[in-house]
């Protein structure tokens, strides 16, 4: 593991620490020959976000058929000070926290409730985060801010470990592009990091209308599908790869049986694709896949089945009238500490 830490060019409150548990290149290459190699095709959702990947998502969520940022972000602002209240922390660890929009709520009750506490936004990509940094230390004055570049779930023993009780929080129904057995691991390995009086706060995208969930994934701007694409250009940059991104087509649907939008790359016609760094030839034939993300919906017996099976128990549950979704509030379980 290797440890670096810089003040970034922003004020005194505001510090970036890099921390990688593992060679990052190597984990690509590793990534892309194994899920390229296979059949069917696939490729690990967390390589879309470079800089311009994380800007592009951040435009999705303001599109008109993006329901998730803004249901979740009016979930938060009704329900952030009975939140900070219950948890009352002296940290904030959010997990993939990205330009950390919606905290911004948390925050405000904390300022609201008189809370001192320091926020540690953890996120693959450094620049999110201090660009993120950078507005939060202009609105709240107050506040330390102490960034870590990171892939949250490699090793989570290296997060922010402090004395103090710490809310953890993992929004934007982020938790979904996690296969069952991966979020089962998640859970149990951020349960045996937290202390009695440690809080998990989360978000769940819930099992609705098909037609609300497929608009969702394909906007009238192409922005989702420009998104999608960008795992391809990453690839590209980083190993030297041939990819023709016109000759591939954003495909996203709900696939009912699985309870998941699951996010394709079709390849519009047969062709052979090089990555040099990683000696690979892939081919494709004309409609074949990639399988680049999936998005898994919930229901209120799925996620306190979940998180009961991990030593959690749910103390507060948020959801709108329409039940599109579930902010959910969470504590270890006594009887398993």
Known sequence: MEVSEKLAPSPSQFSLRTVTYKDAYADLANDVFKGLSAYPKTLAP???YDARGSRLFDQICNTREYYPTRIEDALLASSAVKIMESARPAHIIELGSGISRKTRHLLDACEYLNLSIDYHPVDICGEIIEQAGLHLSQTYEWLNIKGVVAD??????RLP???EPRLFVFLGGT????HEHEAQQFLEQLQSIMRPDDRFLMGFDRIKDHDVLNLAYNDRAGLTASFNKNVLAVINRELSANFDLGAFEHDAWFNEKESR???HLRSVKSQKVTIESINLEVEFAADETILTEISRKFTPDHIKTLLQK???????????????????MAQPEPALL
């Open 46 to 48: 967390k390589y879309f």
């Open 152 to 157: 949250y779930c490699d090793d989570m023993t």
């Open 161 to 163: 470990d402090h004395n």
């Open 175 to 178: 938790f979904g592009n996690f």
């Open 261 to 263: 939008i699951e996010m």
């Open 310 to 328: 991990s030593g959690m128990k749910v103390t507060d549950h948020f959801q709108p009238t329409n039940k599109y979704f579930s902010l959910v």
